[in-house]
Nanobody
Framework: EVPLVESGGGLVQAGGSLRLSCAASGFTVDDYRIGWFRQAPGQEREGVSCMNRRNGITYYTESVKGRFTISTDKAKNTLYLQMNSLKPEDTAVYYC???????????????????WGQGTQVTVSS
């Protein structure tokens, strides 16, 4: 069973919105530090946002502040990333991840390789 399964990517025009979903199985998403990363072609994977419900910390990288929102649905055991006012530079493969370092200063990679989602492509056209 794959712990994290993503959906919701696609092609959107600049200024549009998308919501990414990451359904978790085998563990309770709210019990873990969770987050989103993205990787554009030829670039390193970067942390976008994370959430730690135990201490109330939510982090966003500067380039997405005010446009992206991370959230969870406890009943569905799912993590979301609502992305508004999308820009061409947001184009990347987006990955969810669990059991990650998450603080007000940023986020890190998960402790286990199977705590990565499979990735979903987001393409923003100008």
């Amino acid at each position: 069973e794959v712990p994290l399964v993503e959906s919701g990517g696609g092609l959107v025009q600049a200024g549009g919105s998308l919501r990414l979903s990451c359904a978790a199985s085998g563990f309770t998403v709210d019990d873990y530090r969770i987050g989103w990363f993205r990787q554009a072609p030829g670039q390193e994977r970067e942390g976008v946002s994370c959430m730690n419900r135990r201490n109330g910390i939510t982090y966003y990288t500067e380039s997405v502040k005010g446009r992206f929102t991370i959230s969870t649905d406890k009943a569905k055991n799912t993590l979301y990333l609502q992305m508004n006012s999308l820009k061409p530079e947001d184009t990347a493969v987006y990955y969810c991840a669990a059991d990650i370092p998450c603080s007000r200063y940023g986020l890190g990679y998960p402790s286990r390789v199977d705590y990565w989602g499979q990735g979903t492509q987001v393409t923003v056209s100008s």
